[in-house]
């Protein structure tokens, strides 16, 4: 039976992938979003893991940097996926937004921001107008 405790690891484990990679795709993180997904509603994985976060940078000095992690979530959930969704509205505009909130296609869209590098903060650069 999963724990809070149980969620708590999962999340740790993703934020830790967040902040430390470099964007190389992992089956571990692939699952570890998939089961991330299934207790935490899509409308609230940023706003979830941006609190963990913040929890893990004020105990653990693993992440007394989080700075990466903070940013490429932030990135993802408020230019990358509204701009990929926009880029694609002539093919996809059938699809709801549900449509979209999907484990794998997140875990894909963090690896792209990852691999993108810092600074963070260039989303002219992250996210190139279409």
Known sequence: MKTREHDAAIAQELLGYL???????????????????LVVPWTQVSAVLLQELAGLHQTSAVFAD????????????????????????????????EDFQQPYFLAKVFEAVLEQGSPWDEHDRIVPAP
Not at 19 to 24: D, E, I, L, P, V
Not at 87 to 96: A, I, S, V
């Open 66 to 97: 989080s700075t990466q992690a903070e940013q490429v979530i932030t990135s993802t959930f408020s230019h990358v996926l509204p701009a990929y969704r926009e880029h694609h509205r002539d093919l996809l505009f059938h699809l709801k937004e």
């Open 19 to 37: 902040n430390f990679s470099g964007g190389r795709p992992d089956s571990r993180f692939e699952r570890n979003i998939d089961e991330f997904l």
